[in-house]
């Protein structure tokens, strides 16, 4: 190798990573606004409990927080896996990428089937699937769907990462469970977004604030399931 490719291709790595860094910075500034309703001040005080290493569990809380919005997701994600799985061939290490993306979204799928009963995640995955698999036989009959559904099931990152922001920015619940905080004072409902000695940091889920509650009042804590 030349000099002047491993310039280029260490530049290549440079932008991607800025790429990726770019990308979780507008994911976490997407599910700050989103949780707090766009409120500013809520999100302020959201932003110093969070960092960007906190990307990584958050995307996969979005997905989960929602079921319903999850499963549209999955919805769309499953089939496209799975079929550029297919056109792939057999599994392989040069495919073992897209491999493992699959049974991920399989696990997600499954998971969230066998919790909350969403049949209609795998008729519009069905759906999904079928369309697809049409547009990429049509061939010459219609060029453009083709090259579409082509783009499509070729692109899984670029629609993990649209999905993800979209999810970001659309999905209210946060990322950590719903709680029956039990007080000295009462009865708190909300998110316990920070948890250092001493006090609490809770996102109110009716009112959208942050309030800190002190851990010497607090009696009692209780996670509320989530409904689909």
């Known amino acids: 190798m030349t000099r002047q490719s491993r310039e280029s291709s260490d530049q290549h790595l440079v932008a991607k990573g800025l790429s990726a860094t770019g990308v979780a910075g507008l994911f976490l500034l997407l599910r700050l ?41 999955l919805a769309v994600l499953l089939p496209e896996a799975l079929i550029h799985q297919i056109r792939l061939g057999r599994p392989r290490w040069t495919n073992a990428g897209n491999l493992a993306w699959l049974i991920v979204v399989l696990l997600f ?25 049409l547009l990429l036989r049509a061939g010459k009959k219609d060029p453009e769907g083709s090259r579409f559904a082509h783009w499509f099931v070729t692109s899984s990152a670029l629609i993990v990462t649209l999905a993800a922001l979209i999810l970001a920015a659309t999905v209210q619940v946060p990322w950590v469970a719903l709680e029956h905080i039990h007080t000295e004072h009462g009865l708190v409902k909300g998110y316990v977004l920070e948890n250092p000695p001493g006090y609490l940091k809770v996102l109110l889920d009716a009112e959208r604030e942050i309030v800190i509650i002190d851990t010497a009042d607090v009696t009692g804590r209780e996670e509320i399931d989530p409904e689909p």
Do not use: E, H, Q
């Open 33 to 73: 606004f989103a949780v707090t309703d766009y409120n500013w001040n809520a999100a302020f005080s959201v932003a110093g409990a969070l960092g960007i290493d906190d990307v990584a569990a958050m995307v996969i809380g979005t997905l989960m927080a929602s079921p319903v919005l999850g499963g549209i997701a």
């Open 109 to 133: 799928t499954v998971s969230l089937l066998w919790t909350f009963r969403l049949w209609w995640v795998l008729g519009v995955a069905a759906v999904v699937g079928a369309a697809l698999y």
